[in-house]
């Protein structure tokens, strides 16, 4: 029986191992929406929401702007948190990926945690947090719920960067090494002040796991089109000039925009889902 323990607990240091592994090859600048996309998804997405949970929001929208990228401040100490910031759907066949349950233990019983973990579990990290953020508001654990909404709101975000859906997540597959952060940082550092985003109104979710799965399908729609967009505007450059950056935003913008106002409207139509979960409790302001 001894032998056969250490059997076990050798097989486990194995995977871990072998986790670790992979997380620390992932390309180290692949990390996702630049920290002004967070800010302007979470200044919108409060005005999604219906009068009734606005007050809460609004008037939490410090804590929630300083706390949405604390995800991205957890991945800079610890690479292994990788794993929660995205989901390389490619890794599972081919659009749309019907050989990858959504259910996370249906999942886990046919692919494995360590291969789940390998190729991140963004999808349902948003599960976890839309049932903490419910469970938060349930309690009257205003501090928490703030905390809990902005750590969704991070992964929520997420979901809509087709650069988070991908195993090409910073463009190293195909020769374009840093097209996530001058599509998700750079083209909106330098171009959001024009951006004319317009969310939908904030509406009720009835599987927070299923929808986070859908928004990174249709994320993951654009990636071939964005590719596209960078090698057109790189055409006649040797490097990433004031016109590769404009045309790449006459191609990219459009899909740039598009995605931010989603993220926006799905960020407050999570919250929402979360008060009604929670049984509507009275929020204070």
């Known amino acids: ?34 920290r002004n996309a967070h800010r302007l ?44 910031d995205f989901i390389a759907l490619d890794k599972y066949g081919r659009f749309p990926f019907e050989a990858l349950p959504r259910n996370y233990k249906t999942a886990a019983t046919k692919f494995g945690k360590v291969k789940l973990d390998a190729n991140g ?25 703030r905390l809990d909404a902005a750590i969704l709101a991070h992964y929520v975000a997420q979901a809509h960067d087709p650069f988070n859906t991908t ?4 463009g190293h597959l195909s020769g374009q090494t840093g097209i996530n952060e001058r599509f998700g940082s750079t083209l909106i550092d330098r171009y959001s002040s024009f951006f004319p985003m317009r969310p939908n109104d904030a509406a009720f979710i009835s599987d927070p796991t299923d929808h986070a ?36 935003y006459n191609e990219a913008g459009a899909i740039l925009i598009r995605q931010l106002s989603d993220a ?19 929020l204070p302001h």
């Open 1 to 34: 029986m001894r032998g056969q323990g250490h059997i076990r607990n050798f097989r486990r240091a194995v995977m871990a191992l072998s986790a670790i592994a992979v997380f620390l090859s992932l390309p180290q600048g692949s990390w996702a929406w630049g």
């Open 41 to 84: 998804i979470i200044n919108k997405a409060v005005d999604t929401l219906p009068a009734d949970v606005r007050g809460f929001f609004e008037a939490s929208r410090g804590s929630l702007l300083q706390h949405v990228t604390d995800p991205l401040d957890a991945l800079a100490k610890n690479p292994a948190e990788k794993r929660s």
């Open 121 to 145: 579990l963004l999808p349902w990290q948003i599960g976890v947090y839309s049932q903490k953020l419910t469970e938060a508001l349930r309690a009257g654990k205003w501090d928490e719920a």
């Open 167 to 170: 195993d090409n997540s910073d």
């Open 213 to 248: 799965f859908d928004a990174c399908l249709s994320a993951h729609r654009w990636l071939e089109s964005l590719l596209l967009a960078d090698r057109n505007a790189l055409r006649g450059e040797n490097s990433y000039t004031d016109e590769y950056y404009d045309r790449f």
């Open 264 to 282: 926006a409207t799905d960020v407050g139509s999570f919250w929402l889902t979360a008060w009604n979960n929670a049984g509507r409790p009275a």
